[in-house]
């Protein structure tokens, strides 16, 4: 059998800067024509929620909604329901800090729910005791245009978690909640898939994140009985691969590709585990034999810090340190890594499935998502668009490394299996809402941009993002803001479409 011909050691990831005119000849994409028939401005939509997204209770009854294909009616009732709860909490919490014994708490008042035919979201009891008279008493009249997501937000999202707002025994007591469901929901002889993408969503419980990133990613059958013999077999197919291609490695056709790789592994993270010789060679073979079967791409950087994820996940059901990063993976028994190993390939490569045109040469896909960005960008923050146009960034000048490492390169690794907790659970979570993830990931900082008044501070800034200190938190309600924009801009990226 002859093996084609491997791309991507000699295509190196896109430069915009010595391919712009592959860029003027791509044809400029129509704008996006605006619905007739919209009732509200996505800004109405963010201003009436701007005090909803505070982590809280509810946030598995909200972001259970992306699981599903949901119709206006049961949006609408599940945030009205939300801004209850959230606005319930927050007058409960003024009502504990306000002084003297004496004062009688007033009863909470329920917002008016909107009719099911009306887009707009009310304000929360929160935000209109706040109001001035004027504009209590007008309703009716839309809320002006905000060039920004909702300040709440914008401020949570750079934060860390306040453990004063819920005590450790109410966090533990949930999570054990949390990983009872999905006990019960694994325990099946069938593992019903929708219902586990909806618990998914809003994260999933470490114990159980092994076995529910397998099932989501189509790696293993949702019949228990079935899972055993699959596993054995793909195990067996994968190091079959080891011993039919891996030794053509030093082989002049192969020997540019497997070098870029050997190159590139060092340059990972984290590297106290990364360099460990054991990994280091894993990685290798895995990176190795995926670009050997599918020479269309072959291997392109970038597709190296894909394999991280999975392997971390999958290697902690076999280590009791709590920081994986500078776990002894030589302590782990031999069987055990190669099994590892194996259910990362398949992983990764069930991945790389969805993705594969952001890999081909010259790397199309992710151009055409980093268009797509722009145009979203433009039309959520155009104060932060402009600003961007008018300093001359471009926006392959940052944005391509998030659509090439998804993000990983950004965000600290705990905040990428977050991340990844929602894109198994998504519609094409590793493409099209990644596109969203990004959308709100940049306008996040929009504060920081607008303060930057120079070309170079501000291409440094975004290529250097402060978030090494993210957690969970942080991650839940960015992508909180994600889906609020696929709701609102459920049209945007259509014309895209193949």
């Known amino acids: ?132 008279p004027a504009e209590s008493a007008s309703d009716s009249v839309p809320l002006q245009r905000s060039q920004s997501l909702p300040h709440s937000a914008t401020v949570a999202l750079g934060g860390t978690s306040d453990s004063s707002t819920l005590g450790s025994s109410v966090l533990s007591e949930r999570e054990a909640f949390r990983l009872d469901k999905f006990k019960q929901l694994l325990a099946g002889p069938n593992t019903d898939l929708e219902e586990l993408r909806k618990l998914s969503w809003s994260g999933i419980p470490k114990p159980v994140r092994p076995i529910t990133w397998k099932l989501l990613s189509g790696y293993l059958p949702a019949n228990v009985d079935r899972r055993p013999a699959t596993l054995q077999r793909k195990q067996k197919e994968y190091f079959a691969f080891i011993e ?3 030794d053509s490695r030093n082989d002049e056709a192969h020997q540019d590709t ?65 920081d994986v990063d500078a776990a002894d993976v030589s302590r782990v028994p031999a069987d055990v890594l190669r099994n590892v190993e194996a259910d990362t390939y398949w992983c990764m490569s069930k991945l790389l499935d969805g993705i594969q045109d952001n890999y081909t040469f010259a790397q199309p896909g992710i151009q055409m998502k980093v268009k797509m960005l722009e145009e979203l960008v433009s039309r959520i923050d155009e104060q932060v668009h402009r600003h961007l146009e008018q300093h001359e960034v471009r ?29 198994q659970s998504e519609p094409e979570g590793f493409s099209r809402f990644h596109l969203y993830v990004c959308a709100a990931f940049l306008v996040r900082w929009r504060k920081e941009i607008l303060e930057e008044r120079d070309f170079q501070e501000l291409l440094l800034f975004l290529q250097n993002l402060p978030t090494a200190q993210w957690g969970d938190e942080d991650i839940s309600l960015l992508l909180a803001e994600a889906y609020r924009l696929k709701f609102a801009f459920a049209d945007a990226p259509n014309h895209y479409k193949k």
């Open 395 to 423: 926006y392959l000048q940052f944005a391509f490394r998030w659509m090439n490492n998804l993000l990983m390169r950004e965000v600290p690794l705990r905040c990428t299996v977050r991340l990844w907790d929602t894109y």
């Open 258 to 322: 497997y070098r870029q790789i050997h190159i590139d592994i060092p340059r990972m993270s984290p590297e106290a585990l990364i360099l460990q010789p054991k990994v280091t060679e894993i990685f290798e073979r895995i990176l190795f034999i995926w670009a050997i079967r599918h020479p269309a791409s072959g291997y392109v950087q970038g597709i190296n810090d894909l394999v991280t994820p999975f392997f971390v996940v999958f290697i902690c059901e076999y280590i009791e340190q709590e």
């Open 1 to 132: 059998m002859s093996i084609q011909h491997v791309y991507g050691a000699q295509h190196p990831p896109f430069d915009p800067l010595l391919h712009g005119t592959l860029l003027k000849a791509t044809p400029k994409v129509p704008t996006t024509p605006v619905k007739a028939k919209r009732v509200s401005t996505f800004q109405e939509f963010e201003s009436n929620t701007s005090d909803a997204w505070d982590a809280g209770e509810d946030d598995d009854e909200l972001l259970a909604m992306a699981a599903e294909s949901l119709n206006t009616e049961v949006v609408m009732e599940t945030a009205n329901r939300v801004l209850r709860n959230h606005s319930q909490r927050q007058e409960r919490h003024k009502l504990q800090e306000a002084p003297g014994p004496e004062q009688k708490p007033k009863p909470l008042a329920e917002p008016h729910l909107v009719p099911s035919g009306d887009l707009r979201l009310v304000k929360s009891v929160s935000e209109s005791h706040t109001s001035c």
């Open 244 to 246: 039919h291609y891996y």
